[in-house]
């Protein structure tokens, strides 16, 4: 693949051509058998979807042949969704770590014991880094919770990364580079979440402790977690995430909500993004915010998209402040405030959007001592206390460990920068690793 650069694009071409095709058809993969509109379907869905995985779902409220799989493997409501996986074994509602580990997205054991660099977060910073390092001769090894492409993932369409004067979508950018990386050699484990990070080993190794008490072994670590959807203080909202209240807004989500109204919170670019995406599937799209208007938020390109759209209602000074509905049918109303006025309205709506913004996913990092701002985002180009040595502009407070993306303190929080920085920490690694003694285990 590598060597013969001609023979190496041909096969990686024919393997890309291969994977789009078996997800336009719904052939291969996992079978899902369950209600359509049921929240753990659609999590599992989404799952696969986002990380480009070949399914196909059986409705059973509509589909003949679900009702004969059913029977067949003996399963009750309380059980579904059931996943009947490519080598014939059954799954009964799994997570997204066993369906993974089933169908070989993450390996038993990792392919070796110690790696050169760690990367933590699949995201553009991660999936970056992950491409230099890997196509420079760098071991590498990239975790994440979710699915490659993290929250840039999930945009519709991004219109001002540079070389794509027509927008790409976000999971299309990551999808490339998710294929990228592994050419060149890197191991990515996704699901696979960050616990960890032992920084005071006797042998001078970092060891990141996974989810599953497994230990990753590595001379350096590049932090690129990125960031955790923020959760408005709205009661029952935790209730009806999945079944009604979404943090992205994907095909799956779009069908869910056609022809209907919705209530899109937020006012960066994330929402900006989505709110133009759902235009073209709901009736109206009632876009709320906080502020008086999107300027300090929100790029011009897509205010102007914004307020060339009809059915996208912009609620300035608006907070959202109840949902009403059941586990059964999920969001039945929704209720909101004006908040100079202090009125309250509400409107039968079943689906809300939430980008308002998002917290930094450090809470792995504490046992390690990285230093961190106010907010939580990680510090770089700093020296820590004691410290003599002088930090590169990437380098967190512990030598070894840098940080990329929109996990450290003073990013852009753009995709163009994140993937700037995270080719930029390749030099980084290559200097701190030039200066220590090769380690063995």
């Known amino acids: 693949m590598i060597a013969e650069a001609e023979l190496g694009e041909r096969i990686t071409r024919a393997l890309i051509l291969r994977r789009v095709n078996l997800i336009a058809s719904n052939a291969g993969g996992p079978v899902l058998v369950g209600p359509a509109s049921d929240a753990n379907l659609l999590r599992l869905v989404n799952f696969l979807t986002r990380n480009g995985q070949p399914h196909h779902v059986l409705d059973t409220a509509s589909d003949d042949a679900a009702a004969a799989v059913l029977a067949r493997y003996e399963s009750t409501p309380g059980e579904l969704p059931l996943v009947v996986a490519p080598d014939g074994s059954i799954l009964r509602n799994p997570t997204e770590s066993d369906l993974a580990v089933r169908l070989g997205m993450v390996q038993p054991v990792p392919r070796q014991e110690l790696y050169d660099v760690a990367v933590v977060g699949g995201g553009p910073a991660g999936l970056a880094t992950a491409v230099y390092a890997a196509s420079e001769g760098l071991s590498v090894i990239v975790l994440d919770a979710t ?36 050419k060149f050699g890197a191991e990515i484990m996704i699901p696979m979440r960050a616990s960890d990070l032992d920084c005071g080993r006797k042998d001078g190794l970092f060891g990141v402790t996974t989810e599953c008490e497994r230990t990753i072994l590595s001379r350096s670590v590049v932090v690129a977690s990125g960031a955790r959807y923020r959760r408005p203080a709205v009661e029952n909202l935790s209730k009806f995430e999945g079944h009604g209240v979404w943090f992205w807004a994907s095909p799956i989500e779009a069908r869910l909500c056609a022809s209907q109204e919705v209530v899109l919170v937020g006012g960066g670019n994330s929402a900006g993004q989505a709110a133009v995406f759902l ?13 008086s208007g999107l300027a300090a938020s929100m790029s011009r390109y897509l205010i102007d998209r914004i307020e060339a759209t009809s059915n996208i209602e912009l609620m300035t000074g608006t907070e959202l402040v109840a949902l009403e509905g059941s586990d059964e049918t999920g969001i039945e109303r929704v209720r909101w405030r004006n908040r100079n006025s202090g009125e309250e309205t509400e409107a039968p709506i079943a689906n809300v959007f939430l980008f308002v913004g998002a917290d930094p996913a450090t809470g792995w990092l504490e046992s390690c001592g990285v230093g961190v701002d106010k907010a939580g985002f990680v510090m770089t180009g700093q020296t820590g206390s004691g410290n003599e040595r002088i930090a590169g502009p990437l380098e967190s407070t512990v030598p070894g460990i840098f940080a990329v993306g929109d996990v450290r303190s003073g990013s852009v929080k753009h995709v163009g920068g994140a993937i700037g920085e995270g080719a930029q920490v390749v030099a980084a690694l290559h200097k701190f690793l030039a200066e220590r003694p090769t380690e063995t285990v």
């Open 279 to 291: 235009s073209a599937h709901a009736s109206k799209v009632r876009m709320m915010v906080r502020g």
């Open 147 to 182: 699915s490659f492409g993290g929250q840039a993932g999930a945009s519709a369409r991004i219109e001002n990364y540079l070389g794509f004067p027509t927008g790409i979508s976000g999971q299309a950018l990551a999808g490339r580079a998710f294929v990228q990386a592994q």
